[in-house]
């Protein structure tokens, strides 16, 4: 009896995430097209094990039964998806459409309902873990979407994902990694910040390293970290400071827009702006010990009897 074809898959958005991931999708037998873009990282090792490349969005869509996304922002999934030669404009009724990008949730429902309107259907399906992560297939995804739609496509996202957590309907897997990357993000940045005062105050990065896996401050966080205070390796958290601030931006709209408490998160926020202004967009979230620590905090106003 001859196998069934698995579904075609266009995927846009082959940078250090999605790279991994469409490694993953084309060497477990998928049908892939990737999109060419300036900001992919190299397409040749994909090209080699199958996988083709396309210059058209719209085209890529024809092509398709399903579409990965794995792009930057809310911006750019808007421009994938709704833009002049969008995935709208090519593809066919009954196409999937999944976002593995970081948005912001009252967008993904506008967009979801724009892809159902065109005759598609849409899950969000918000990534955590790392680029290596992605590269081994051990992707964490939350899901947002209708679960027998999850059912169906559950065997593609088994190919880049160790876990496949469903949240709730559309707009609940980027809702989920908003809250997930608001902890993540903020215990990093605590943590640095911390770190960056014991510089200061010539506590030995050893000791505090210590001290903290040993007591309060043991887990993810201070791992990734750990590199970075010991010997200056950024490597242990390959997440950039302007992703940081996206993603918290993100967080602080959808606190807003939900009327949730975000004080924390607006101080979070506030603290990586000013280190990115003090930077480069390329610096890496460990890097922001050194930025903090190079700082020089204003004297206390003088207090008068």
Request: proline share 5%; with cysteine; charged share 15%.
């Amino acid at each position: 009896m001859m196998q069934q074809q698995k579904p075609r898959v266009g995927m846009v958005g082959i940078g250090l995430m999605g790279h991994g991931i469409a490694g993953n999708i084309v060497r477990k037998g998928w049908p892939l097209a990737v999109l060419e873009h300036c900001g992919n990282q190299p397409l040749d090792d994909l090209v080699a094990a199958g996988a083709t490349s396309l210059g058209s969005v719209a085209d890529l869509a024809a092509g398709s039964d399903i579409v990965l996304l794995c792009v930057t922002g809310t911006p750019q999934v808007e421009a994938v998806l709704l833009g002049e030669g969008g995935v709208l404009q090519g593809m066919q009724p009954g196409t999937v459409v999944i976002d593995c990008s970081t948005a912001v949730p009252t967008s993904t429902e506008r967009v979801a309902h724009a892809v159902q309107m065109a005759g598609g259907r849409f899950l969000d399906a918000a990534m955590t873990r790392t680029p290596r992560e992605a590269a081994e297939g051990r992707l964490n995804l939350l899901v947002g979407g209708d679960t027998m739609l999850l059912a169906e496509v559950r065997p593609l996202l088994e190919a880049f994902a160790e876990n496949i957590f469903h949240a709730g309907p559309v707009g609940a897997g980027h809702r989920m990694k908003l809250l997930h990357n608001f902890v993540s993000l903020g215990t990093v940045s605590l943590m640095a910040e911390a770190a960056a005062c014991a510089q200061r105050a010539g506590i030995d990065p050893a000791v505090l390293v210590d001290v903290l896996g040993k007591g309060g401050g043991g887990g993810a966080a201070l791992e990734r970290l750990r590199p970075y205070l010991l010997t200056q390796d950024p490597s242990g958290l390959k997440f950039s400071l302007a992703n940081a601030c996206k993603d918290l931006g993100y967080y602080n709209t959808m606190a807003e827009d939900g009327g949730a408490e975000h004080g924390i998160a607006s101080a979070v926020l506030a603290t990586l702006e000013q280190a990115l202004d003090e930077s480069t967009p390329q610096t890496l979230l460990p890097e922001l010990v050194s930025v903090l620590a190079a700082r020089t905090a204003p004297a206390a106003d003088s207090i008068t009897a």
